[in-house]
């Protein structure tokens, strides 16, 4: 029998986590952390309170990236979601006891 992925509930746990970052490990790039501290909370925010999904920027609808201007700089999240040594692609990621969620955030030309 085929494991089904559960996409609806992998979202409603990617949003817990990015809006609270509880649950999981963030990580802000070289760019984003040489930043003041005002600038990095400021961006910190942004991401928490992200939620202009579309067509384009969550296509599997999973809200596991996204991206939005700052300072005029283009900035992006993305949320990975990993097995609990953190070395493959979690093989059921809708099980958060089987999944370990990392979220960078970075400047679009740290990507």
């Not at 067509?55 to 979601?81: A, S, T, V």
């Not at 070395?87 to 970075?106: C, G, I, K």
């Amino acid at each position: 029998m085929e494991n089904r992925i559960d996409v609806t509930k992998i979202a409603k746990q990617n949003d817990k986590f990015r809006k609270s970052f509880c649950g999981g490990k963030v990580l802000l790039t070289c760019g984003i952390s040489s930043l003041p501290l005002l600038q990095q909370t400021e961006i910190i925010n942004k991401v928490k309170n992200f939620n202009n999904f579309t067509e384009d920027n969550d296509p599997y609808g999973e809200h596991d990236f996204g991206c939005f201007e700052y300072k005029g700089q283009q900035i992006f999240w993305k949320i990975d979601l990993y097995d609990l040594n953190y070395e493959f692609y979690s093989s059921q990621p809708d099980d958060e006891a089987q999944t370990n969620r990392v979220l960078t955030v970075m400047f679009a030309e740290e990507y």
